[in-house]
């Protein structure tokens, strides 16, 4: 028996209220999952989602941040206090879809802002709750340009949920300097000029040569990867221009640093052995990695409890990935609980895990997500209390 307090009757009226919008909701899921958009080119879903929450009773503003695709929701409390965010990435990944799973992350903050709206009009306590649309995370840093603009000022604590295989509500990620890289050659006949060229694959091809090697003598939580994004026009033209992209991640974004002085000393050792130019540019946006916040991850657990949906151990498969919400994390107490949306040991990123992304695992998964996040912001409206603590942990957190 949960007390009869006002914080527990709303916690009440919001889980009832998703299971009301259960099947809307995985229908929405489902259409964005079927629509699978770009980074910050998810207008559809961005449409979908504003005009879910706004029918359920949120005051919806679209474009903030100068993002188009940016949206926020709102709903007020009963007086002044604190702004809790949550937030809903819904952006798809080019060739694979929704492997990513952003369509149950979209669902989840859009269910727990429209039962929270629709059950708690206004909200029996001060301060408001926002769901904050926060475009391409995969490869634009859309949190960052969003914090850039100001959009994440007045919020005092954020949340989301990433769908994985299995429930674990703290994991830690990776920083990322991403990096571009191009070589410039000299273009000539492949067969009857071949010694007047100067081959730029073969300088981008010494760059991945020379990568890999030092990938042996890297710290073994450090990753390493990339792609070549142009390699050349056509088999009889000697290339004379190629371009590859890398991510260079690690624990922590010293070592990062770290790793792009050393990719540098490659590119160059790349161009100099193949007579090419190179360019290397780096992204001036350094993802950093998530600060944990465990008052309000123990928060989060507790509610999971509350409804019954059981956290996992770690089944020490997969390694870690990154977030554009470790720079929020960075920023201000922010959390970014895993859910699980599909069994053991199916990769991100992967084609299995787009189609999982639409299963009936997935619809569980986002239920429990929209009502544990609603819970979890109505506690730190709820108990001032609850919230210092959520500061104090972020300030310890400080690195
Ligand atoms: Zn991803
Ligand atoms: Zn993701």
Known sequence: MTPNTPLERAKDGVAAAVNRFADELEALSHRIHDHPELAFREEKAASWLTEFLEAKGALVERGIGGLPTAFRATVAGSGPGPTIAILAEYDALPGIGHACGHNVIATAGAGAGAAIASALRPLPFGGAIQVIGTPAEEGGAGKVKLMEAGVFRDVDAAMMIHGRPGTQVWRPSLGIVKVKCEFFGKAAHASSWPWRGVNALNAVIQLFVAFDAMRQQLRP???????????????????????????????????????????????????????????????????????????????????????????????????????????????????????????????????????????????????????????????????????????????????
């Open 221 to 399: 939580d450090a990753r390493v990867h990339g792609v070549i994004t142009n390699g050349g026009a056509q088999a009889n033209i000697i290339p004379e221009y190629t371009s590859a992209e890398f991510y260079l991640r690690a624990p922590h974004t010293d070592y990062c640093r770290e790793l792009l002085q050393r990719f540098e000393a490659a590119a160059g050792g790349a161009a100099t052995a193949t007579g090419c130019t190179v360019k290397v540019t780096a992204d001036p946006i350094v993802h950093e990695p998530l600060r944990p916040n465990a008052a309000m991850a123990g928060l989060f657990a507790q509610n999971l409890q509350r409804i019954d949906f059981p956290e996992d151990p770690d089944d020490g498969e997969a390694g870690y990935a990154s977030t554009d919400c470790g720079n929020l994390s960075q920023a201000l107490p922010t959390i970014h609980p895993y859910i699980r949306i599909c069994p053991d040991g199916v990769p991100g990123h992967s084609r299995e895990m787009a189609e999982w992304a639409r299963s009936p695992l997935a619809r569980t998964g986002m239920i429990a997500a929209a009502k544990a996040m609603a819970m979890t912001a109505l506690d730190l409206l709820a108990n001032p209390a609850d919230l210092a603590r959520a500061k104090e942990d972020f300030a310890r957190g400080a690195s």
